[in-house]
C-alpha cells in the first residue's frame, strides 16, 4: 500500500514560516515528480509546486518567493517551506506524487491543516 504522509502544519502569525513535509512509502521515490496543492473553503484545489525527479521547478505565482519546494530522495521525503506566510495562504495543503515514468500511478496525502492568522 502506498502512502504519503503529510506534517508540519499548523497556527502560524503572519509573516511567519513553516515546513511542510510528505513522507512516502512503497514507491521509488526518485521516479516521481512531486506535487503540493492546497484547498482553502468554499476554493478549488489549486497546484502550489511542483517538482520533477530532475529539480525542474514550478510555482504558482502569489508564492513565488516566498515558498520552496524541495526532495530528499534518499529519505523518500518532499518539503514545502514557506515563508513570510499570509491570511491567504490558509489552506489544507496535500502533497501529491504522479509517476514519471508511469504516470497513471498518482496517489495523493489526506492533508495538513495551515492557518495563517493574527
Known amino acids: 500500500q502506498v502512502q504519503l504522509v503529510e506534517s508540519g502544519g499548523g497556527l502560524v502569525q503572519p509573516g511567519g514560516s513553516l515546513r511542510l513535509s510528505c513522507a512516502a512509502s512503497?514507491?521509488?521515490?526518485?521516479?516521481?515528480?512531486m506535487a503540493w496543492y492546497r484547498q482553502a473553503p468554499g476554493k478549488q484545489r489549486d497546484l502550489v509546486a511542483r517538482m520533477t525527479s530532475g529539480s525542474n521547478t514550478y510555482y504558482k505565482d502569489s508564492v513565488k518567493g516566498r515558498f520552496t519546494i524541495s526532495r530528499d530522495n534518499a529519505k523518500n521525503t518532499a518539503y514545502l517551506q514557506m515563508n513570510s506566510l499570509k491570511p491567504e495562504d490558509t489552506a489544507v495543503y496535500y502533497c501529491?506524487?504522479?509517476?514519471?515514468?508511469?504516470?497513471?500511478?498518482?496517489?495523493w496525502g489526506q492533508g495538513t491543516q495551515v492557518t495563517v492568522s493574527s
Open positions: 501529491y506524487a504522479e509517476g514519471l515514468i508511469a504516470p497513471m500511478r498518482r496517489y
Open positions: 512503497e514507491i521509488a521515490f526518485s521516479g516521481y515528480a
